[in-house]
Every structure is written in structure tokens, then in C-alpha cells.
């Protein structure tokens, strides 16, 4: 089975500085998918960025980007010139290719950012 | 915007009833989940279902059972509900398999159970 592994509860970071969360899976699939999802205090998961293992290149959105190395089965997300908004609960999460539309999700991390 | 309405948001139970979470999508998605929410254990699947009237088990269904009658409904029971079983329930749907957009989420019932 799928699992999916963040292994840092909490972490924190300046505003406007960057911040690089890290997440790990375990796979034995050759085609899948990752997400980083953002949950902020309102509890609205909200998709933040998804990369597709068959694209070599790492998937960016503003000021979102992910570090995807396939061999290493590690999705680190980026969160660059960090600002208030950003704080919330961030899960990583797998879903494979073959069929299955289950999400696996880490446990989660809480992102906290000071003024 | 696809939205997925989860009917309450806070709700109070005592051990022994029967609780019915409900989950209401609007864009005709196939597919329908839900999972439980605790802190440090991330999100679990309880159960999932592709189509009308078809359900499958996820991680943790012990103690909940599902029903999805028409396309857009898909409720949760919780048969006799127990003190473990507060939690933080969130319903998500998702497209036909292959879709890559993920999921879109409701925004979770807070179940507490006395």
C-alpha cells in the first residue's frame, strides 16, 4: 500500500522569507500523482499544486513550487516570499494512475508565519 | 466553481445515536469520499463510492456505513455512534478516473460525540 510520510509537525518562517516543506512517499507504481493540499483555519482544503510523476519537470504556481525527485520518492513544496495568508495546515497526498482515485495523505504539517 | 456542501458544520451527539452526515455535490462528479480528520493522524479514508449505489471500503470504515441514492448525496452513518468516533469529517468528489485536478473538499462537520 501506498503511504505517504511528512515528517516535520510544524514549522516557521518569516514573512517574505521562503520556506520548503518536505514530504515522502512509497510506491511500488511508475505513473502517478502528488499534491500538496493547504487547510487553513476555515478548514476548506484547498489544492495548492499537483506535479505528474511522468513530467520531469517540477510543477510551479506563483509563488508555490515543488522539488520532485522521483528516485529519492520525495515532493518537497516551496512556498517563496511567505506572507500571512500562507499560515495553515499543508498535506501532502498520492493518488495513483492505475484507476484508483483514493488520495493517500500524510499527517499533515501546521505552517506558521510571523509578521 | 464545483462545490461540495457538507449540511453542518458544528453538531453534538449523544453515545448511542444514530448520526447522518450529509454531503451534497453540485457538478455531477462521479466520484465521492470521506474521510476523518484527527490531529497528527492526517486524513483517513472511511469510505468511497464511483457511482450510484456503489460503495467500497477505505482505511477505517469499522462503525460507519454509507448510502448514495442519487449522483449528487452521499451521506455517512454513523449506526450507533461512539465516543472515538469525534471527529473532523470531510467530504470531497472528485471526476471521472484520470482526472488530475485532485479533489475539491466541503469544508468538514465538527461531530462531537457526548
Known amino acids: 500500500a501506498q503511504t505517504v510520510t511528512q515528517s516535520q509537525p510544524e514549522m516557521s518562517v518569516q514573512e517574505a522569507e521562503t520556506v520548503t516543506l518536505s514530504c515522502t512517499y512509497d510506491?511500488?507504481?511508475?505513473?502517478?500523482?502528488l499534491f500538496w493540499y493547504k487547510q487553513p483555519p476555515s478548514r476548506q482544503m484547498i489544492l495548492v499544486i499537483r506535479?505528474?510523476?511522468?513530467?520531469?519537470q517540477n510543477a510551479t504556481e506563483n509563488r508555490f513550487s515543488v522539488n520532485f525527485q522521483k528516485a529519492a520518492k520525495s515532493f518537497s513544496l516551496k512556498i517563496s516570499d511567505s506572507q500571512l495568508g500562507d499560515a495553515a495546515m499543508y498535506f501532502c497526498?498520492?493518488?495513483?494512475?492505475?484507476?484508483?482515485?483514493?488520495?493517500?495523505f500524510g499527517k499533515g504539517m501546521k505552517l506558521t508565519v510571523n509578521p | 466553481d464545483v462545490k461540495v456542501t457538507q449540511s453542518s458544520r458544528y453538531l453534538v451527539k449523544r453515545t448511542g445515536e444514530k448520526v447522518f452526515l450529509e454531503c451534497v455535490q453540485d457538478?455531477?462528479?462521479?466520484?465521492m469520499f470521506w474521510y476523518r480528520q484527527d490531529p497528527g493522524l492526517g486524513l483517513r479514508l472511511i469510505y468511497f463510492?464511483?457511482?450510484?449505489?456503489?460503495?467500497e471500503k477505505g482505511d477505517i470504515p469499522e462503525g460507519y456505513s454509507v448510502s448514495r441514492e442519487k449522483k449528487e448525496r452521499f451521506s455517512l452513518i454513523l449506526e450507533s455512534a461512539s465516543t472515538n468516533q469525534t471527529s473532523m469529517y470531510l467530504c470531497?468528489?472528485?471526476?471521472?478516473?484520470?482526472?488530475?485536478?485532485?479533489?475539491?473538499f466541503g469544508s468538514g462537520t465538527r461531530l462531537t460525540v457526548v
Open positions: 457538478m455531477d462528479h462521479e466520484n
Open positions: 506535479q505528474e510523476a511522468y513530467k520531469q
Open positions: 510506491t511500488s507504481e511508475s505513473d502517478y500523482y
Open positions: 463510492s464511483y457511482d450510484v449505489k456503489m460503495k
Open positions: 470531497a468528489s472528485s471526476l471521472l478516473p484520470g482526472q488530475t485536478d485532485g479533489y475539491t
Open positions: 497526498a498520492y493518488r495513483g494512475r492505475g484507476g484508483s482515485e483514493k488520495l493517500v
